[in-house]
């Protein structure tokens, strides 16, 4: 059982689900995400994160029922455009709606969303100014500043997000790796991943799983905060 399974089978189903119009089903969806928001906490940004989420159910929803008749009509390169807009506009959509989530105030949700829609400026390690001369200037005028950091240890972090972004993005997740084993999300509405990224029993797939848990079992002394400490 997981989350999403329970909110719709306990919750979206006997309110009702889509049996009872559009109308309904919009409501039934917004009250399942804010009943699935406040069960994670007595906060009102939990219940903030549960209603964009039901915000974000209703719009995709809509916007399925009223292009479900063109879709099919669009020429393939408009609608691999739009599958690419739709990820990303997804993507951003559950990124602001987790700012609230571990936020503890709404004061301080606004101030993160801020600065990472860069309202609060930006600052560069001093140890990149005498690579950026050129372009000094510019970045003054976008609000970039320089202050103090490590200039390795910045280019550092941005290669591990994206190293880590390109592994999050182009390689199967585990429900896809442990398909053929019946996981418990449905199949069919993930792309199977070629075949030899599919897990086996086998002295290989030992070896890959024995090293990922010997690096965590390294790692497990450094502190990192439970996501539920104060559920």
């Known amino acids: ?11 979206y189903i006997p309110l009702g689900g ?8 919009y409501v039934n969806l917004m009250l399942t995400m804010l009943l699935g928001g406040l069960w994670h906490g007595a906060n009102w940004t939990f219940i903030a ?13 809509g916007w399925s029922a009223a292009t479900q008749g063109i879709r099919t009509e669009f020429p393939i390169s408009i609608r691999r455009l739009s599958t690419g807009v739709a990820w990303l506009l ?6 602001i709606a987790w700012v609230f989530f ?5 004061h301080g949700a606004v101030v993160i969303l801020s600065g990472m829609a860069g309202l609060s400026g930006a600052t560069l390690p001093e140890a990149l100014a005498p690579a950026l001369v050129h372009v000094r200037p510019l970045l003054r005028v976008i609000g970039v500043q320089f202050g103090a950091g490590s200039g390795s240890q910045f280019i550092w ?24 084993f019946d996981p418990v999300l449905d199949m ?27 690096l965590g079992i390294m790692s497990i002394t ?9 559920f």
Request: net charge positive.
């Open 188 to 214: 069919r509405q993930l792309a199977r991943p070629p075949r030899w990224l599919v897990w086996t029993p086998s002295p290989a797939w030992a070896v890959a799983t024995g090293t990922v848990a010997f």
């Open 90 to 95: 997804t993507f951003l959509g559950v990124v």
């Open 49 to 61: 994160w549960g209603g964009l989420h039901g915000l974000y159910l209703m719009v995709n929803h």
């Open 102 to 106: 571990r936020s503890p105030t709404f």
């Open 18 to 25: 889509n049996r009872r119009g559009p109308t309904r089903r």
């Open 1 to 11: 059982m997981t989350l999403s399974r329970f909110l719709r089978d306990y919750l």
């Open 222 to 230: 450094r502190v990192s905060e439970f996501l539920y400490w104060q």
């Open 157 to 180: 972090s941005w290669a591990w997000i994206l190293a880590l972004g390109c592994i999050a993005l182009a390689l199967p997740n585990t429900q896809q790796l442990l398909g053929r």
